[in-house]
C-alpha cells in the first residue's frame, strides 16, 4: 500500500462548479500536510498547507482528518485556470522525508 | 530573488552512461532535497542534503548519489544509467529553521531522457 494515496481522476467539470479530491495517508505519526500544484511540464508549487482546523484560502478550502487519516481539497467557483495536477503531500516532522501522492488530474471545461 | 535553478534544463544520454545534475537552492536556504517524477506519478523522495550530507534517503539504489557544497548547492550524480531512469528531476529547497510548516520551494526541473 502506498504511503499516500490520491484518486488519479482525470476529474472533467464545468467552469462554476465545485469540486472536491480526497488523499489518505497511511502513517499515523505524520505532522503536516500540504496541497500543491502542478501544471503540465512545470515544476509543483505550494497551493496551501494544511491545518489540523481546516483552513480556507479563497476559494480553496481544506481540511485534515487524523481520526480517519485524510486530507481533503474543496475548489468553489472552479475557473478554467485552475485546470492542473494537484497533489497531495505528507511528512512526519521538518525533518523527514517528505511524501508526495500520485496527483489527481483537474481540467476544467468551459 | 533567483528562486531555485536546475541545468541542464534537458539531457539525453545512453544506457550505462553517467549523469551529474545541478541545483542551486533559493537564497537563505539550506537544505535541498532531490525528487524523480515519472510521467503520471507523482515525485519521489531520492535525499535530502542539509550542512553538506545525507540526512534522509528514498527508495532508490547506490546508483543515486549526491553532494551538497559548503554554498549550499547540489549535485545529483546517476551512474550505469537505465532506460527507467528517464524521468523529470527535481531539486526542491528550504530553509531548515523556517519552523514546522516550512515550504518547499521547487526547481523548473532537468529532463532527463535515456535511449
Known amino acids: 500500500r502506498k504511503e499516500v494515496e490520491q484518486d488519479p481522476g482525470p476529474f472533467n467539470v464545468p467552469e462554476g462548479a465545485t469540486v472536491a479530491f480526497n488523499c489518505t495517508y497511511s502513517?499515523?505519526?505524520?505532522?503536516?500536510f500540504f496541497w500543491y500544484r502542478q501544471d503540465c511540464r512545470k515544476e509543483p508549487k505550494l497551493l496551501m498547507s494544511?491545518?489540523?482546523s481546516g483552513n480556507e484560502d479563497g476559494r480553496f478550502t481544506a481540511q485534515l482528518n487524523r481520526a480517519s487519516q485524510y486530507i481533503s481539497l474543496l475548489i468553489r467557483d472552479s475557473k478554467l485556470s485552475d485546470s492542473a495536477t494537484y497533489l497531495c503531500?505528507?511528512?512526519?516532522?521538518?525533518?523527514?522525508?517528505?511524501?508526495f501522492g500520485s496527483g489527481t488530474r483537474l481540467s476544467i471545461r468551459p | 530573488d533567483a528562486g531555485v535553478t536546475q541545468s541542464p534544463t534537458h539531457l539525453i544520454k545512453t544506457r550505462g552512461q553517467q549523469v551529474t545534475l545541478r541545483c542551486s537552492p533559493k537564497?537563505?536556504?539550506?537544505?535541498v532535497s532531490w525528487y524523480q517524477q515519472a510521467l503520471g506519478q507523482g515525485p519521489q523522495f531520492i535525499f535530502q542534503?542539509?550542512?553538506?550530507?545525507?540526512?534522509q534517503r528514498g527508495n532508490f539504489p547506490d546508483r543515486f548519489s549526491g553532494h551538497q557544497f559548503p554554498n549550499y548547492s547540489s549535485e545529483l550524480n546517476v551512474n550505469a544509467l537505465l532506460l527507467g531512469d528517464s524521468a523529470l528531476y527535481l531539486c526542491a529547497s528550504r530553509r531548515t529553521s523556517s519552523g514546522f510548516y516550512n515550504e518547499q520551494f521547487f526547481g523548473p526541473g532537468t529532463r532527463l531522457t535515456v535511449l
Open positions: 537564497s537563505g536556504h539550506d537544505t
Open positions: 542534503y542539509y550542512e553538506e550530507e545525507e540526512r
Open positions: 503531500v505528507v511528512n512526519r516532522s521538518s525533518a523527514s522525508k517528505i511524501i
Open positions: 502513517n499515523s505519526a505524520s505532522q503536516s
Open positions: 494544511v491545518y489540523s
